[in-house]
């Protein structure tokens, strides 16, 4: 399995060095339009981004302004106009479409307002799915699903399906599902949405927690009180996004 990696010579080392954070998602001049019947939708435009490793990074903007867009581009889930995007050295608007969901696996992980579990699984199901691709044994698999519920303070939840769950622990499920393969990124598409103000509160400290420790996450949100906790706040108008 290879992916093509990003050629030494087009990077400049110090663009990627700065106090040891190393940059791990550069966005690059990435644009997409969506056709709505005939007319088009400039969705985003010319978005330019550079994110180092442990940024807990906010995106706000109007409704409609392209912020699910830029994440699904990111994410791999919509394809780009125009532009690129590198994660962890990895150029993915070049990654053929057939190692996409691969790459997406073990690099990407997603949340979602909706939480987007599976109904029939329980907590512990959830998350080892999500291993169920790796080589990982499945003893193994399960316990790691185990230890990273345990971190979200779901210990006593595991055979607990996500109806038996409240919002606030359904999403802390699919937090532990999105770290499971150890993505270099997380992306978090408005997460506190649906919650009540606690427990907004409890997520934002878990996503500070984890990029303490390193974890790179990008979160769209509406909320201050979610971007007044980030690293850096992006806005986005109009499919335009400034960098800072
Ligand atoms: P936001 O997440 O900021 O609310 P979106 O990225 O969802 O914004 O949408 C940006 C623009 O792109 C909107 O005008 C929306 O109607 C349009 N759009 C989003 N997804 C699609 C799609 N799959 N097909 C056509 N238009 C889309
Ligand atoms: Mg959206």
New binding site residues.
Partial sequence: FKVPKEPGKEVDKKDWINKDQRVILQVENLSKT???GKIP?N?LRCASITVRKGELLAIM??????????LALIGTLEKATEGRVILDGIDLTAVPEKLLPRVRREKIGFVFQHYNLIPTLSALENVELSLRFSRVPKKEREERAKALLEELGLGDRLSHKPSELSGGEQQRVSIARALANKPAVILADEPTGEVDSKTRDSIVRIFKELSEKGQTILV?THDPEVAKECSRVLK?TD?IIKDN
């Fill in positions: 969506y056709y709505q939708v969705a903007g109007p409704s409609g302004s392209g912020k699910s867009t830029l769209v986005i499919g």
